[in-house]
């Protein structure tokens, strides 16, 4: 191991920054940010004073999510002190987030520049098309997401969604760990008690469906002693488990449920309607059974402990129906 002797002066043109050497979780583990320009010469600190350092110049071979990256040539990564040195602008541009030097402030903004507004983490499921589901390049989208999105504009708030299981997301909400629910989620009495509901921006309902060759199930009575498919955690798991000798199978996300359903795993899946109807669209042969039932609304749970952003959230829900906002969202969603 070759070991060099590095002057370096500080001009700000350059971003180093500290990261552990497990640099596929660089994020969680940064440590320290040296601003910097690479050069030999010497460091120059605020005091005024002069050091020399030894730092090791090492092959380092960079892995994010199993993808080996390259440094530039002229911006190495070296280590001092049993610390390693990274770019922070390799790191950062990397796992795609923007890097920003702001000079006049001595400031490095890693992401987006802050927006001044306040900002919530919205937990969602994105399991649930259309409400909200990734697309094929990837994006999360859906109508709660656009309706969310135009929300916040209109309440001056900054959003940062998180995905995670539907079983995960009450809990979620109610230990603080997110600062709203926005996921198709319905308005029951039992979720009521645990936290606050806005005012309602969808109405909707339970349906069953059944494949195309079943002509037995067309109620809900009808699935007595049947298997039933549900997703976790929902109204539509309660209600299947009301019903006599029924076998409730409880499964991670509506496709599973619905692919369950086309391969005969369960013989009838109870969901909410314009999920049923959505998956149908796409093209699985399916047919729903009878008329909707448990007719409910739908809308957007914040913590009981956080009054001030449900109203926030209730007012900018009430600005996108009075200016029409919420109707050009709903009809991009729900053509039909």
């Known amino acids: 191991m070759e070991v060099y002797i590095l002057v370096i002066k500080i001009q700000c043109r350059m971003l180093i920054l500290e ?25 120059g600190f605020a005091s005024g004073s002069q050091r020399q350092i030894t730092v090791d110049f090492l092959p380092l071979k960079f892995f994010f999510n199993g993808v080996e990256k390259h440094l530039e040539q002229d911006q190495p990564a070296f280590v001092y002190n049993d610390v390693t040195y990274v770019p922070v602008r390799f790191v950062a541009e ?15 903004f890693i992401g987006e520049k802050s927006s001044g507004k306040q900002k919530i983490i919205v937990g969602s499921d994105a399991t649930y098309p259309p409400f909200e589901y990734q697309d094929e390049a990837g994006r999360y989208v859906g109508f709660d997401l656009d309706m969310m999105a135009a929300i916040a ?10 995905d995670m ?9 109610r230990s603080e760990q997110i600062d709203a629910v926005v996921s198709a989620l319905s308005i029951i009495e039992a979720r009521k008690a645990v936290m606050d509901f806005t005012d309602p921006y969808f109405h909707s309902g339970l349906i069953i469906a059944v494949r195309p060759d079943n002509s037995s199930i ?10 039933i498919g549900v997703l976790s955690v929902t109204s539509a798991e309660e209600h299947a488990k009301k019903v006599p000798d029924a076998k409730v199978k409880s499964f991670g996300s509506w496709e599973q449920a619905f692919l369950g359903l086309e391969e005969g795993t369960v013989e009838a899946v109870i969901s909410d309607y314009p999920v049923a109807a959505n998956f149908i669209k796409q093209g699985y042969d ?5 008329e909707k039932f448990a007719v409910a609304d739908y809308g957007i ?3 009981k402990n956080n009054p001030e952003l449900l109203q926030k959230l209730n007012s900018g829900l009430q600005t996108i129906k009075a200016n029409g906002q919420y109707d050009i ?4 969603w729900f053509k039909d």
Do not use: C, H, M
């Open 19 to 43: 990261v552990s050497r497990l640099i596929k979780k660089v994020f969680p583990l940064l440590l320290g940010v040296l601003i910097g320009a690479l050069v030999f010469g010497t460091i």
């Open 94 to 108: 990397t796992l795609g987030r923007p890097v920003e030097w702001d000079g006049d402030n001595l400031s490095i």
């Open 153 to 162: 504009e209109a309440a001056d708030l900054e959003v940062d969604f998180r």
């Open 165 to 173: 299981p539907f079983d995960q997301l009450i809990s979620a909400l």
């Open 218 to 227: 067309n109620s809900l009575q009808d699935l007595k002693g049947k298997s």
């Open 286 to 290: 399916l047919r729903l059974a009878g």
């Open 301 to 303: 749970a914040v913590s």
């Open 329 to 332: 969202i709903y009809k991009k």
